[in-house]
């Protein structure tokens, strides 16, 4: 089974920014997109951004839109994920995960179950 790994998270004010990556072990063969969730303890974990592995296509979830932007290099299947103007709310951890189901419309992407490898998580903490 292929594995993420995330980096780029950290310490940063409120109105900065921070860069995400998420590196697979190895090509993600068949896979459809790569997405980005949050968590914060006691909470479920909540949909942040998708992209499909074409990167013709993104998805983000409300709170985010205007702030972030999510691309894949299509190469390496490494997909990044451009965190702007950042809020105390964002501070969460963040998962990086791969999909292989297809999906096309509006609301792709946006639930755990669509994905089947997850990193480990990076913390994003955001400091008012």
């Known amino acids: 089974q292929v594995q993420l790994v995330e980096s780029g998270g950290g310490l940063v004010q409120a109105g900065g920014s921070l860069r995400l990556s998420c590196a697979p072990s190895e090509r993600i063969f068949g896979g459809s997109a790569l997405g980005w969730f949050r968590q914060t303890p006691g909470k479920e974990r909540e949909f942040v951004a998708a992209?499909?592995?074409?990167?013709?296509?993104?998805y983000f979830a409300n709170s985010v839109k205007g702030r972030f932007a999510i691309s894949i290099d299509t190469a390496t299947d490494t997909v990044y994920l451009q965190m702007n103007n950042l809020k105390p709310e964002d501070t969460a951890v963040y998962y990086c995960a791969a999909s292989w189901r297809g999906c096309s419309g509006n609301g792709c992407y946006e639930t755990p179950p669509e994905f089947g490898s997850w990193g480990q998580g990076t913390q994003v903490t955001v400091s008012s």
């Open positions: 992209i499909t592995r074409s990167g013709g296509i993104t």
